[in-house]
């Protein structure tokens, strides 16, 4: 053989070698997300829908939790992705020719954001109303009973869930642009048909965001003050212990004599909230035995926190609004090929590429906060130990549209610079000015607004408490006056 064909030869080896590597890595990172996500599930689903009599229902329930599990994985993922990417490319920039770590490349984030990508299409399109139909299916009238024939059922009712949904994108694309080229290119399943029905979705995932997101900003603080412990000037811990207690002994008294009360009680009832009493003694208890420090610093720097970081929100928003009336390049798009390590995606370098990481997770959060405080999915609030197979099943899928939208998020409010790689760039509505500038208008729109009454709100609501002007017998401007139940407390 020649030299040239043993340099050909080698190089193939190399390539083969790296997309193995790929491989592994890739594996390494999906089993990981999975077994996260399969301790979290096991400890959301109700127990009883597992040990029931019948092993048909048993064996259904736990081959949906799997795939449950499976597209809570994926949503995991597309969560991790862009803040996994703006991380690789600053430690690209700043160990270029480090040996340990020339695993980390441009193909291998390329390789994820497209994985990703297929595996959002499949739990979206075809898992997660697998698991559904087969959950709720029987099989057959005359069939015989047992899994296979729920299967039989589950794969008919997907085919005729396919053929709706081919059925309402084909109207969508002839609605938006009637033509006969975009019509034929929906014959095209993998190339144009999953991508076009994943950009409706994604569209929808982005208005969802545009929602929740500015409604979860404003719960946070809530959220943060119910989870820490407030000053004395703002929380009265010995009022509420006593108040516990009392509720306790009563509700125990009643229950050892139900004779005395000539109404029919629900001992069940009074037993399950003795125990909620007994529960939330024990966490009052403990968070009246917080030091100083937590008591008095964690609480303020904490608030601190949530309004730097929802304030530095709104001013990079209001900042992109303004490069897009003026730079075009401002405007979100796709990138086949992933340049990293030659560029930082923030103006500020290492510490401007951590902020945005932090403001990414931060919306992330925000925005799962508003989703289940929306009185829409009020109902979907997966409960401890108490959730049911479908409600899993729906909480799997709106977090999935939820993260699989944050990538576009993100880059459509411009809270970094990294292209939309692969797939996610070929949304076809991300080239429209007027969506992209509306929808940043919107966001701080709606966000400041949000702030400005629930923060305010709040801060009166808490001096007036911390003050003892709720209990006065005239009602104060703006707040209800104290129950009787309250005064006598």
């Not at 995991?76 to 160990?95: D, R």
């Not at 057959?140 to 081919?166: D, I, P, Q």
Request: net charge neutral; glycine share 6%; proline share 3%.
């Amino acid at each position: 053989m020649e030299a040239a064909d043993y340099e050909v030869l080698s190089v193939r080896e190399q390539l083969f070698h790296e997309k193995v590597r790929e491989c592994i890595i890739s594996t390494l990172l999906f089993a990981t997300l999975y077994i996260l996500c399969h301790i979290a599930l096991t400890r959301f689903k109700k127990p009883a829908e597992f040990t029931t009599v019948d092993d048909e229902d048993a064996t259904v329930n736990k081959i949906a939790l799997e795939l449950c599990t499976f597209t809570l994985a994926v949503a995991l993922g597309a969560v991790l992705l862009l803040p996994f990417s703006i991380i690789s490319n600053e430690v690209l920039l700043s160990l270029p020719r480090n040996y340990y770590i020339q695993w980390l490349n441009g193909s291998l984030i390329h390789g994820l954001w497209n994985l990703v990508f297929l595996f959002s299409n499949l739990s979206l399109i075809f898992l997660m109303p697998f698991a559904y139909f087969f959950t709720e299916s029987e099989g057959f009238a005359g069939s015989r009973k047992g899994v296979l024939a729920r299967v039989y059922e589950t794969v008919v009712m997907l085919m005729f869930l396919t053929l709706l949904v081919l059925g309402m994108v084909w109207v969508a694309s002839a609605i938006v642009d009637n033509s006969k080229a975009s019509t034929e290119s929906l014959y095209d399943f993998w190339e144009y048909y999953l991508p076009y029905l994943y950009s409706c979705i994604s569209f929808l995932g982005v208005l969802l965001l545009l929602v929740c997101t500015p409604l979860g900003l404003a719960r946070m603080f809530s959220v943060t003050g119910k989870l820490l412990v407030k000053p004395r000037l703002l929380e009265d811990l010995e009022e509420q212990l006593h108040c516990s207690a009392f509720e306790e002994a009563a509700l125990t008294r009643r229950i050892c004599n139900p004779t005395s009360c000539w109404l029919p009680l629900d001992m069940e009832l009074l037993h399950r909230r003795v125990l909620a009493l007994q529960t939330q003694r024990v966490l009052l208890e403990k968070r009246r035995k917080a030091s100083a420090w937590q008591r008095n610093l964690g609480y303020p720097l904490a608030m601190l926190c949530l309004l730097v970081l929802t304030g530095l929100s709104v001013l990079i928003v209001a900042i992109h609004i303004l490069e897009l009336l003026i730079d075009e390049a401002a405007m979100p798009r796709g990138m086949q090929g992933a340049s990293l390590g030659q560029v930082s995606f923030s103006k500020l370098g290492s510490f401007g590429a951590v902020v945005q990481v932090v403001l990414i997770f931060y919306l992330m959060v925000s925005s799962v906060v508003g989703f289940y405080s929306s009185p829409l999915f009020w109902g979907l609030r997966p409960r401890w130990h108490d959730t049911a197979m479908t409600q899993i099943i729906g909480n799997c899928v709106c977090l999935l549209v939820l993260s699989s939208a944050l990538p576009v998020f993100s880059r459509t409010l411009g809270l970094t610079r990294l292209d939309l790689l692969g797939d996610f760039g070929r949304f076809n509505w991300l080239g429209n000015f007027y969506i992209v500038f509306l929808y940043n208008a919107a966001f701080a729109g709606l966000t400041t607004l949000c702030l400005v009454k629930t923060f305010t709100a709040a801060v009166r609501a808490e001096l007036i408490r911390a003050f003892g002007l709720d209990r006065l017998p005239l009602p104060v401007s703006g707040f209800p006056r104290a129950s009787r139940k309250t005064q006598h407390q």
